[in-house]
Nanobody
Framework: QVQLEESGGALVRAGESLKISCLAPLRTFGSYTLGWFRQTPGTEREFVAAIKRSGQKYYSDSVNGRFVVSKDNAKTTLYLQMNDLKPGDTARYFC?????????????????WGRGTQVTVSS
């Protein structure tokens, strides 16, 4: 069964950094755009970052300049390095895959999701 598995979420203080990971099957890793989304209770999933097969990266305005998305092809792992974290970054973070190379910010176009990892930022 194809799965995405996030890890690395934690409780951190404002201003600190954290790196979360998403292990993906090789077939998924090489054929899809991979994205990070986040969600808080009662809200819709919010686009955070995406990386295309080519390596081209995209970020939401709220995290641009603070977060860095990357991938390790050998380890088939997607990463999200989060710097200067703020309480507003508190959410459950999900990785997902899509074949759509244009509308990478639309959660409805992603066809496989992990279960998420919780990131909590205290003030």
């Amino acid at each position: 069964q194809v799965q995405l598995e996030e890890s690395g979420g934690a409780l951190v203080r404002a201003g600190e950094s954290l790196k979360i990971s998403c292990l993906a099957p090789l077939r998924t890793f090489g054929s899809y755009t991979l994205g990070w989304f986040r969600q808080t209770p009662g809200t819709e999933r919010e686009f955070v970052a995406a990386i295309k097969r080519s390596g081209q990266k995209y970020y939401s305005d709220s995290v641009n300049g603070r977060f860095v998305v990357s991938k390790d092809n050998a380890k088939t792992t997607l990463y999200l390095q989060m710097n200067d974290l703020k309480p507003g970054d508190t959410a459950r973070y999900f990785c997902a895959r899509t074949r759509n190379n244009v509308n990478y910010a639309r959660a409805d176009l992603y066809d496989l999701w992990g279960r998420g990892t919780q990131v909590t930022v205290s003030s």
